[in-house]
Structures are given as C-alpha cells and as structure tokens.
C-alpha cells in the first residue's frame, strides 16, 4: 500500500504540473490559465479556470481540456454549457480523486 506521503506526492503531481486549460465553442479552442488548484480538505484535487468574454456573445462550450507545463493534454471532458452574452463568466472546476486499488 501506498504511504500518506506517496499520495500526496501524486496529488502535488496534479497541481504542480497542470497549469492551463482549453474549452471549445464551436470548432475553435480558447486556452486559459488555471485560476486554482489545490488538495481538498477531503484529499481531492480541484483544477479550476475561468471561461470569461474572450468569446462574444451567446456561446455553448462543447468541450473543457487540462494541460501541464509542456503542452501535454491531462484531462477532457464533453461539455454543454450554455453562457448568455449577460453573464460574467463561468468558473469551471475539474475535481479528481485518487485512491489505491
């Protein structure tokens, strides 16, 4: 079994090395910046990034993607997501757990 400190060593993993994120409107991808990224009280990991105005108007993100420093895609996942032309913007979280099997 795995020690307390190798679990932790691979959650750091994630928020170390994860440091931007892409969502897709249409056929285009935007990359953000990650705003977050931290161990939870309860062990999880939680990436977060915003989808704010770059794209004008109403817009549906069909699709949310982690990437580490090297460029290297982590993680995607299909989305709907509708955002009104009114609103700010959307925080949009990714949360993993880690467990050993």
Same mark, same amino acid.
């Given at each position: =079994?795995?020690?307390s400190?190798?679990?932790? %060593?691979?959650?750091?993993?994630? /928020?170390?090395n994860?440091?931007?994120?892409?969502?897709k409107?249409?056929?285009?991808?935007?990359?953000?910046?990650i705003?977050?990224?931290?161990?939870l009280?309860?062990g999880r990991?939680a990436? =977060?990034f915003?989808?704010?105005?770059t794209? %004008?108007?109403?817009?549906?993100i /069909?699709e949310?993607?982690?990437?580490?420093r090297n460029?290297a895609?982590?993680?995607?996942?299909?989305?709907s997501?509708?955002r009104k032309?009114?609103?700010?913007?959307?925080l949009?979280?990714?949360v993993f757990?880690?467990t050993?099997n």
């Open positions: =079994m795995l020690t400190t190798a679990m932790t %060593a691979l959650k750091n993993c994630f /928020t170390d994860i440091v931007s994120a892409k969502y409107v249409g056929s285009t991808y935007y990359q953000v910046p705003q977050s990224a931290e161990i009280s309860d990991v990436i =977060m915003l989808i704010d105005h794209v %004008a108007g109403d817009i549906t /069909t949310v993607q982690l990437y580490d460029g895609l982590w993680a995607s996942k299909t989305e997501i509708t032309a009114m609103q700010e913007g959307i949009y979280r990714f757990t880690i050993e």
